[in-house]
């Protein structure tokens, strides 16, 4: 199974930028398809983006379209999330998943059969 650690959360203001990065480990990196979520306390997990094996494709959720960049680094097993123009909203603990079922939409978390710890983003002046 990949082993994934996220890192690159913390506290900005509105506005501000942050860039998530998640690394993979505990076996040989197959470039599967990766994607982000987002839980706040109380809320189901949401979906913000997903990138395919080779990096070429892909889609966002549409509260974070035009502000968020998911992309990957297979020779590094990195997969990162440039975010930018921040919002409260944003506010969540942000979590790194490896796709596993294909016969799922992209966006659902039960289509993830690895995740991360999380890493926390909040967004407050």
């Known amino acids: 199974q990949v082993q994934l650690v996220e890192s690159g959360g913390g506290l900005v203001q509105p506005g501000g930028s942050l860039r998530l990065s998640c690394g993979a480990s505990?076996?040989?990196?197959?470039?599967?398809?990766m994607g982000w979520f987002r839980q706040t306390p109380g809320n189901k997990r949401e979906f913000v983006a997903v990138?395919?094996?080779?990096?070429?494709?892909?889609y966002y959720a549409d509260s974070v379209k035009g502000r968020f960049t998911i992309s990957r680094d297979n020779t590094q097993n990195k997969v990162d999330m440039q975010m930018n123009s921040l919002k409260p909203k944003d506010t969540a603990v942000y979590y790194c998943?490896?796709?596993?079922?294909?016969?799922?939409?992209?966006?659902?978390?039960?289509?993830?059969?690895?995740w991360g710890q999380g890493t926390q983003v909040t967004i407050s002046s």
């Open positions: 998943a490896v796709r596993t079922n294909n016969n799922l939409r992209w966006d659902k978390p039960e289509a993830c059969g690895s």
């Open positions: 505990g076996g040989t990196f197959s470039s599967p398809p």
């Open positions: 990138i395919s094996y080779n990096g070429e494709v892909t």
